[in-house]
């Protein structure tokens, strides 16, 4: 009798299972598409790559010294839990409209839907943009990082800058990260339920790598005290930057950075299961449980800080990495070695690989999509998937497109810089528009699907916006004086570049044809979704 109820049981799982696709594919079909990807990733899953790509150990690993230099500790601490927080709000802002509007589309979808007709197709076509183009500049950020992060290992094994260590050329660190692209092209193009198993390792690798940076304070001789890490404004910096207001804002510009990615669950729509609560349950606990991992390892690395000067300086030994030197100082007071360094270093290299990897998997998924709705240049091309149902020359295109935009690395870094901007104005731009809309044009439309915000919808919303607002002028702030071509901060000039290029096509070309999403039920339709 076991046996047979056992048995039951589990036909039962299938059962629902089987149910649940069939309702996702029904919800996809009213959207105006058909299934075209393989859907096999649980909540699980999709949660795995959105918090792959936030990855804290990739943004912190990159942005610690921006933290030190302006306000040093209590920028962070405090800084962290409030980024944290209003994060945590746009993303409930998102997931809200995701529950609606599952698909691969996501942002430019969301707002063709939410802008009515009338506006649908612009409002439509800045955010498909925005969004792209801040995906793309995501992905070539990321994988740059690592090759950087590589550089500097391999400066601390050979001796370390004041020991006549090795530093790899500019030219090498491109090339590193054309391979790591080019790995995770590979990588993307296996089956989805491979991709997911490699996305919840890395989400694994970033979570318990973020907790065991924690013992590094343990490692150390000597330690900062509870005042230091908690009290300690630090207001001496090289950018003649001396208003503490200001100083703090410019350090809580690294919490912000690094809370970008997460809308990843939403172009993971059309290969989950139960679509509509599982992408915005993904969209969510990203963040959440980002915001209290990141905070953990800031708040345990900063008791291993001692001289903030001398882990700024580029005359130390990891040539002014601030983790790594961290790293490097307590293992070298503990044991005389820098092994232990580099080993550390070597785990955030793992998180920061799979990053790279499932953001190049999101980044594919809105170029297909996009591609789906003939918006992008050679469309028919880009929106192709193979017989593993994976669209492999948005893939490809993606990963290509992700090397040229670091090629500017070797001719200015302040270009690099600029063009990787992107990244986070560019993403949370394209996060507000469809919040902004749903909350004005389509409030009346708006129908809410099984995750909302019920009557707190409004007042989250608009936070949201606002948020992204205010951020979006603090991002485009002078961070040096005085200010010159190499001081000046890029950001507003990339992010207006951007602007005038999509407002510009839309205006001597995507008015004439782009007429937002298309229905691709009937091959023969051209309906619009």
């Given at each position: ?47 795995a ?12 690993n ?9 306000g ?13 927080t ?25 707002s ?111 330690r ?7 009290t ?18 410019l ?42 991992a ?15 000067p ?16 961290i ?106 528009i ?47 004086y ?24 839309w205006?001597?070309?995507?008015r ?18």
């Open positions: 009798m076991s046996f047979r109820v056992a048995d039951a049981d589990g036909l039962a799982d299938v059962d629902h299972a089987r149910v649940a696709v069939d309702s996702d594919n029904a919800r996809l079909h009213e959207l105006g598409y058909k299934q075209e990807l393989n859907r096999d990733l649980s909540m699980i899953s999709n949660f790559i959105s918090f792959s790509i936030v990855s804290v150990l990739t943004g912190l990159g942005l610690m010294g921006t933290g030190l230099n302006f040093g500790p209590v920028s962070y601490i405090y800084g962290w839990p409030i980024a944290g209003f994060t945590l709000l746009i993303g409930l802002s998102m997931a809200e409209i995701c529950s609606s509007y599952p698909t691969s589309g996501g942002l430019y979808y969301w063709a839907r939410l802008a009515g007709p009338n506006w649908g197709p612009f409002a439509s076509w800045i955010t498909g943009w925005f969004n792209i183009v801040g995906q793309w500049a995501l992905t070539t950020s990321i994988d740059f990082s690592l090759a950087q992060l590589v550089q500097v290992m391999i400066l601390l094994s050979t001796g370390g800058n004041k020991g006549g260590g090795y530093r790899i050329s500019k030219y090498v660190v491109m090339a590193l990260h054309g391979v790591f692209l080019l790995i995770h092209a590979i990588l993307n193009s296996l089956p989805i339920s491979m991709l997911s198993f490699l996305g919840q390792v890395g989400a694994a690798a970033n979570f318990f790598g973020c907790f065991l940076m924690i013992v590094i304070p343990a490692v150390a001789t000597e900062a005290s509870a005042k230091f890490v908690f300690n404004f630090n207001t001496e910096n090289q950018n003649a930057i001396h208003n503490n207001f200001y100083i703090f804002v350090g809580l510009l690294m919490s912000q950075y690094t809370l970008t990615g997460y809308d990843a669950s939403a172009y993971m729509s059309e290969e989950t299961k139960d679509a509509d609560k599982n992408g915005p349950q993904g969209i969510v606990s990203a963040i959440g449980i980002a915001v209290i990141g905070w953990a390892y800031v708040l345990g690395i900063t008791f291993a800080v001692r001289d903030i001398n882990l700024l300086s580029e005359n130390n030994d990891s040539g002014g990495h601030a983790v790594a030197q790293f490097y100082e307590a293992f070298m007071s503990r044991y005389g070695s820098s092994v232990g360094a580099v080993i550390c270093l070597g785990i955030i290299g793992l998180a920061v690989f799979f990053a790279g990897m499932s953001s190049l998997t999101s980044n594919s998924r809105i170029a297909y999509a996009f591609s789906r709705d003939g918006a992008m240049p050679f469309s028919s091309q880009l929106q192709k998937v193979n017989k593993q149902e994976v669209p492999i020359n948005a893939v490809w295109m993606s990963a290509f497109v992700a090397f040229c935009m670091a090629l500017t690395s070797l001719g200015s870094l302040v270009a690099f810089q600029a063009m990787t901007s992107i990244a986070t104005i560019g993403l949370y731009v394209a996060y507000a469809p919040i902004f809309l749903r909350l004005t044009i389509g409030r009346k439309t708006f129908s809410r699907g099984r995750f909302n915000l019920g009557r707190y919808g409004t007042i989250i919303g608009w936070i949201s916006v606002l948020w992204v607002t205010l951020i979006s002028v603090l991002f485009s702030l002078p961070v040096s005085p200010i010159t071509d190499q001081t000046l901060n890029y950001t507003p000039v990339a992010v207006g570049g951007l602007l005038i290029l999509a407002v510009s096509t205006n001597f070309s995507g004439h044809w782009f007429k937002g999403p298309i229905k691709n039920i009937d091959d023969s339709s051209k309906e619009y979704a």
